[in-house]
């Protein structure tokens, strides 16, 4: 199937969002291999030397106190438990993303759903944690999976011409 040309603004938001959610899975995708060969301790270390200058300026400053404190507890497992994580959450996405850039029907419900668990999942990680990113993301989210239902409906209303079989049309029937 060939993908037409966006239309419109919506159609350009789909494709910008759903790019954004590829370059999103390559980047889990790294940071989980990186997870699996990189110590808790090197991590904790690695956050101590990034935040120590801002911490000499405002000890109270949140973000750097913020990712301190979310470092120092690491262990073997939480690292691991992470990395799977997003080594799978990326490769999923990745898939999915690709299909949906080659107009792959199937694709569409399959990543309605991954997104629907997503933020499923992130509401409730809200109700213990909120957070201004996490709600940026959900709400992201939402929204992505949104222009792919319209994108979905759109693409079953008008479905691609398939490409004639090798030797129709040339005047040798049955």
Same mark, same amino acid.
């Given at each position: ?16 969002? @759903?790019? &954004?959610?590829?370059?999103?899975? !390559?980047?889990? +995708?790294?940071?989980?291999? =990186? $997870?699996?060969?990189?110590?808790? %301790? ?17 000890p ?23 990395? @799977?994580? &997003?080594?799978?959450?990326?490769v !999923?996405?990745? +898939?999915?993303?690709?299909? =949906? $850039?080659?107009?792959?029907?199937? %694709?569409?419900?399959?990543m ?15 109700t ?32 691609? +011409? ?13």
């Amino acid at each position: 199937m060939s993908r037409p040309k966006p239309t419109d603004l919506l159609d350009r938001t789909f494709e910008v969002g @759903i790019t &954004l959610k590829g370059l999103d899975g !390559v980047l889990e +995708v790294v940071g989980g291999l =990186l $997870l699996l060969v990189v110590s808790p %301790a090197t991590i904790n270390q690695l956050v101590r030397s990034l935040t120590q200058h801002e911490l000499l300026q405002d000890p109270h400053d949140f973000i750097a106190t913020h990712l301190l404190n979310a470092t120092s507890g690491l262990t073997g497992s939480s690292v691991r438990f992470g990395a @799977i994580y &997003l080594l799978l959450h990326g490769v !999923v996405k990745i +898939v999915l993303v690709a299909a =949906l $850039l080659r107009d792959q029907l199937w %694709a569409y419900p399959w990543m309605i759903v991954f997104l629907g668990v997503f933020i499923a999942y992130q509401v409730y990680r809200m109700t213990f944690a909120p957070s201004v990113g996490l709600v940026a993301l959900t709400v992201f989210d939402v929204f992505v999976a949104w222009l792919t239902y319209r994108e979905y409906r759109k693409q079953q209303s008008h479905p691609a +011409v398939p490409p004639p079989l090798a030797g129709e049309g040339q005047g040798g029937g049955p």
